[in-house]
């Protein structure tokens, strides 16, 4: 279902929330225009310069509806102003899409920006939004952190002032941990992102009770969501850095453990790994270049998924590096002791035209993960067929379960190109997807959400037009197409079509590649049929 609401904001942080069971909640998709005027610089070209929609979620509780705070991201250097004071916005809505109630957040004429919301740990039926706000006067962010209840009425509203000389520097709230402190994160550098980093752990009423750097970690990055609590008992914390080596190859990650103080009791850097002679290469090297997911598994394990690299040397000592998805499984040793790459392989194996984004992720079930990431470049260049995302639920060793492709295209509008920034495991095991969308051909950005039942399907007719548990490449096409299936299906039969319904070719074996020298050049439609019955329709070009 396609529900339109009005909304006030960009950043789109989704909750689940109430009092039910593990029964199946509606499937759904819901998308809603930007509501200010398109900045000119929403195109962007590799940095993060304007004004742009910005989304994240997760999973709060179980029940009738969802949170949905959003708020708008915009250049640091205009938060001054009033005409982008923008106030954050949080939404009711109920399981089928629709608006039930709202409350907007922050304070007239100053910029505020909700990165998270929480179930309140004292009161069952209340919330926490936190995030930050801007002091036009002072020129620093505050943490904003406030509290409402279920029928959204605003119980306080607090700006928490962090001591010198961490005002600046800590703002990313990651989580709860098991005596209900938020453990916030942030680096002290110049630009925000490189530098050393520093931890705080504030109550859920806005008292900072401890802050602690690591200056000896120095220029690192440090990605939101990449803090955990360890599952073992210890009430240990685990965190993940990268520091920057320009004249390497890769920069280093580090695995880290402090303690319930905050202090540094543990670090472990993770290696790549190396594969000799796989895949037709003399050597194959996979890497992380920076975690953006960490789990705590049952057995006290932990899950890394992050961006990466896939790097293959040919057996004339040739190099080509192509970025992936990796997942890395390390025992409570730091050793890893299983490991995965995805999106290389999903186009062709390999393709410097894929560009992977960031991938995000969810715990689900018996330490089942959720992860998407994008194929393709966020302003809808290159390709059409680059520029979807990919939905995937893995197990605890990192093997697929099922992958889904997300692919939309108008005849008027051309691409529409949907980019995540984030999955949330539901109650019911499914998988909720939020992001910004917008045409290729128009820069008219919009916000998303989109729920998966936990086997991968949907059950909206709308919806599963755009879904597949197989990708296709290339497109156009010489001599040979070549199909990728997602674990869970298997493949009966494929049939060419011209574009007048007459049928031209079926292949019913070998349905990984597909022989197309009987076919003259021009378009046709490709019909993928399921041994379970259900079809799919695909335009291909012969060439």
Not at 65 to 94: C, F, Q, W
Not at 294 to 305: E, M, N, R
Not at 457 to 469: D, G, I, K, Q, Y
Request: charged share 20%.
């Amino acid at each position: 279902m396609k529900t339109k609401l009005r909304i006030l904001s960009v950043i789109a942080l989704v909750v689940f929330f109430g009092g039910k069971t593990l029964a199946q909640e509606p499937d759904f998709l819901f998308e809603h225009p930007y509501p200010y005027p398109v900045p000119d610089d929403f195109m962007f070209t590799g940095a993060y310069l304007g004004e742009m929609p910005y989304t994240t979620s997760l999973e709060m509780g179980s029940g009738d509806g969802y949170l949905i705070a959003m708020s708008a991201s915009i250049n640091a250097n205009l938060m001054e102003t009033d005409t982008v004071a923008r106030p954050p916005v949080v939404y009711k809505v109920s399981l089928e899409g629709n608006v039930v109630g709202e409350l907007t957040l922050g304070h007239e004429g100053r910029f505020a920006f909700i990165y998270r919301l929480f179930d309140d740990p004292d009161d069952s039926r209340c919330f926490l939004a936190v995030g930050f706000i801007h002091d036009n006067d002072l020129h620093y962010n505050r943490i904003l952190m406030s509290k409402f209840d279920y029928d959204l009425n605003l119980l306080w509203q607090e700006e928490v002032e962090m001591p010198e000389p961490h005002r600046r520097y800590i703002g990313y709230p990651n989580f709860i941990d098991h005596s209900g402190r938020i453990l916030f994160s942030g680096v002290d550098s110049d630009n925000g992102f490189y530098g050393y980093p520093k931890y705080a752990l504030i109550s859920t009423n806005g008292e900072v009770e401890t802050v602690m750097e690591y200056p000896h970690l120095v220029d690192v990055y440090l990605s939101q969501s990449v803090a955990f609590e360890y599952n073992d008992g210890s009430g240990d914390f685990g965190f993940v850095v990268t520091e920057i080596d320009e004249d390497a190859l890769h920069d280093s990650i580090f695995l880290c453990r402090m303690n319930n103080d905050l202090e540094l009791v543990g670090r472990r850097f993770i290696p790549s790994i190396s594969d000799f002679n796989a895949y037709q290469y003399n050597m194959v090297l996979l890497s992380l270049s920076y975690a953006t997911n960490c789990f705590s598994l049952s057995d006290g394990s932990v899950a890394l998924i992050g961006d990466g690299y896939l790097s293959r040397e040919n057996y004339q000592h040739e190099w080509d590096h192509n970025p992936v998805v990796g997942f890395f499984k390390l025992n409570q040793d730091g050793d890893i002791i299983a490991y995965a790459s995805y999106g290389q392989g999903d186009f062709g194996y390999p393709n410097d035209s894929i560009k992977i984004s960031q991938a995000t992720g969810d715990m689900v079930g018996d330490d089942n993960l959720y992860i998407t990431y994008s194929l393709g470049q966020p302003n809808g260049m290159g390709i059409d067929y680059t520029n979807c995302f990919v939905v995937v639920r893995l197990d605890s060793e990192g093997n697929v379960i099922w992958k889904r492709y997300w692919d939309r295209y108008y005849p008027v509008y051309g691409k529409k190109v949907y980019w995540p920034y984030y999955a949330t495991a539901t109650k019911d095991e499914g998988c909720l997807l939020t992001g910004f969308c917008y045409h290729s051909e128009q820069a008219d950005p919009e916000i998303f959400m989109l729920k998966f039942f936990a086997d991968g399907s949907l059950s909206v007719p709308e919806m599963e037009t755009f879904v597949r548990p197989y990708a296709f490449y290339p497109n156009p096409a010489q001599s040979e197409l070549h199909l990728s299936y997602s674990p869970d299906v298997q493949p009966a039969r494929i049939e060419f079509y011209d574009l007048q319904g007459r049928l031209l070719q079926t292949q019913t074996q070998g349905l990984e590649n597909i022989g197309l020298e009987g076919l003259a050049s021009g378009q046709y439609l490709m019909k993928v049929t399921l041994k379970d019955g259900k079809t799919f329709t695909d335009k291909v070009v012969k060439e």
